[in-house]
């Protein structure tokens, strides 16, 4: 018989992989996404219209849907689950419904509210009436996208809770394929071209709510309208969500200052940092949400069953897999910073001097990959245990810890100082939260997690010099042709990913060893 930690590894490890290869696909999706409108719409006052009007549901919807909704109803559902599955469906349609109410009437604000939402969010487009006018139109036609995609995000913590991830995770990719499609196939049945992504913004949201209730009915959970407002449950969602929300607020707020204070600098360093981060982001969107994704559900089901030895197991578990693919994403990053970004990004007006500053930038972002990635696990155990207070309070001094180290570091180094401070702050997040988590729970990282550690650190070495022997051997030239850089790269990583795998496996790493007991299985 298989023991109880193995088998919870294992649902975590399972779904993480699906997490993360509908994210990797995802991305994909959203990078062709982005090709095709660059090239059918180009970049002037009319694709200045559709961002700026597609932000405004974007930012509603990393305030309230997908992060907050999801960590604070979860938790809670599942402590519901664990003791009837029925009460557990009924506090959903409960859920679903008061949601739904609420999310019909915030879309009749925005679309009445439209034209001063646009003053506020983009006031220079004022002295531009088409292009205001066009913004506030494309604002009125897609602010209904929060409803879809907040519905989506409670689905998805329905599912979650059941172990199903596919759905929801892959929710994304249909968004990417109607706004392509909606590009090829309708961009010439409107006055103005650009309303055919708007039109394919709002179709991909009603199919990514659409496509989930299949699934829902599949696991057992029949939606039907309640309108028990007053049930605990759902004032306890309530209650955990307003910190979460705050706590996105933050990280918004963050994002904000930086921007400022890079404006600061000298032409092209909002840019650097904008692009840096582009590349960071997804090992940790591919890697790092997908373990925090997978693992939330698992917290909530030990946490609600007071099973805190499991729950610090599971914790140390999950700490321990993202780092076996973090710790080499972050080497492979500052070894192969100019390669990537080159090879990404260095066409056009963006030249190697270009590439070089970015490549400064990635540096000290990869250096702090580490403390993003295990952010997303500690911060869902604290959710776990229905402690929504705390990983806020903690962000906000993190906030303070960027902003000092950002106005210390961005005049002696630049842009690369603003990137090191973000991963400054990351460490300081991770490292309260680690030492708050083991006051109460009590110690989760024991002498396994710190020898798999070292042993992936080791591999990952390993995997530097691999690479670094390539380029020994082929040359780097970052003014050669695209097919001659993109070559350089693909046998770096191939033949890194090859030696960080064989060394592992030499090692006896033991979440090498997860992971094809998984493939195996």
């Known amino acids: 018989m298989i023991p109880q930690k193995e088998t919870e590894n294992t649902r975590v490890v399972k779904a993480a992989w699906v997490v993360g290869l509908a994210t990797l696909l995802s991305r994909v999706f959203g990078f062709i996404r982005d090709v095709v409108i660059a090239g059918f719409f180009g970049a002037g006052p009319a694709t200045d219209a559709f961002f700026v009007a597609f932000r405004i549901p974007n930012l509603l919807r990393r305030l309230f849907a997908e992060g907050s909704?999801?960590?604070?109803?979860?938790?809670?559902?599942?402590?519901?689950?664990?003791?009837?599955?029925k009460q557990a469906v009924e506090l959903a349609g409960i859920a679903f419904t008061l949601l739904s109410i609420i999310l019909v009437l915030v879309s009749v604000a925005?679309?009445?509210?439209?034209?001063?939402?646009?003053?506020?969010?983009?006031?220079?487009?004022?002295?531009?009436?088409?292009?205001?006018?066009?913004?506030?139109?494309?604002?009125?036609?897609?602010?209904?996208?929060?409803?879809?995609?907040?519905?989506?995000?409670?689905?998805?913590?329905?599912?979650?809770?059941?172990?199903?991830?596919?759905?929801?995770?892959?929710?994304?990719?249909?968004?990417?394929?109607?706004?392509?499609?909606?590009?090829f196939l309708l961009k010439d049945c409107f006055r103005d071209p650009i309303i055919s992504l708007a039109v394919g913004v709002m179709a991909g949201g009603f199919l990514?709510?659409?496509?989930?209730?299949?699934?829902?009915?599949?696991?057992?959970?029949?939606?039907?309208?309640?309108?028990?407002?007053?049930?605990?449950?759902?004032?306890?969602?309530?209650?955990?969500?307003l910190p979460a929300v705050f706590g996105a607020a933050v990280y918004q707020a963050s994002i904000f200052i930086s921007t400022i204070l890079a404006s600061l600098l000298p032409e092209g360093s909002v840019s650097y940092l904008y692009y840096a981060d582009r590349v960071v982001q997804l090992p940790l969107g591919v890697f790092a949400i997908a373990v925090g994704t997978a693992s939330l559900p698992s917290f909530s089901e030990q946490a609600a069953?007071?099973?805190?030895?499991?729950?610090?197991?599971?914790?140390?578990?999950?700490?321990?897999?993202?780092?076996?693919?973090?710790?080499?994403?972050?080497?492979?990053?500052?070894?192969?910073?100019?390669?990537v970004i080159s090879v990404l990004f260095q066409r056009g007006k963006f030249d190697a001097a270009s590439t070089v500053f970015t490549a400064q930038a990635l540096l000290y972002y990869a250096v702090g990959l580490w403390a993003f990635s295990c952010i997303r696990v500690i911060v869902s155990a604290f959710y776990a245990l229905q402690d929504t207070r705390t990983p806020v309070k903690i962000a906000v001094a993190a906030l303070l810890v960027n902003v000092v180290m950002s106005v210390v570091l961005m005049f002696p180094m630049k842009h690369a100082g603003l990137a090191l401070a973000t991963s400054i702050a990351s460490a300081v997040n991770v490292v309260i939260l680690a030492v708050i988590l083991k006051r109460k729970v009590g110690g989760f990282l024991k002498k396994s997690f710190w020898t798999s550690v070292l042993k992936t650190t080791l591999a990952s070495g390993v995997m530097a010099l691999s690479i670094i022997a390539v380029n020994y051997t082929l040359g780097w030239n970052s003014e050669g042709a695209f097919g001659e850089r993109l070559l350089f790269l693909t046998v770096a990583v191939a033949v890194g990913l090859a030696v960080f795998a064989l060394s592992s496996l030499i090692l006896g790493n033991s979440e090498m060893k997860a992971l094809l007991r998984m493939k195996n299985g």
């Open 69 to 85: 909704l999801t960590i604070a109803f979860i938790p809670v559902f599942t402590g519901y689950l664990k003791r009837s599955k």
């Open 110 to 183: 925005g679309i009445l509210l439209s034209p001063w939402i646009v003053k506020v969010i983009a006031p220079g487009f004022t002295d531009v009436p088409d292009k205001y006018e066009l913004t506030v139109f494309l604002t009125r036609l897609m602010f209904p996208y929060i409803f879809f995609i907040s519905l989506v995000a409670l689905c998805m913590g329905i599912l979650n809770s059941f172990r199903h991830f596919a759905a929801p995770a892959l929710a994304p990719v249909v968004l990417n394929i109607c706004m392509i499609a909606a590009a």
């Open 305 to 339: 069953g007071g099973d805190y030895q499991e729950l610090k197991k599971t914790i140390a578990f999950s700490l321990r897999l993202i780092l076996f693919v973090t710790i080499p994403a972050m080497v492979a990053l500052i070894v192969l910073r100019v390669p």
């Open 208 to 241: 990514q709510l659409a496509m989930q209730f299949p699934f829902l009915l599949k696991v057992g959970a029949r939606l039907k309208p309640n309108f028990h407002f007053n049930h605990p449950g759902i004032k306890r969602i309530g209650v955990l969500m």
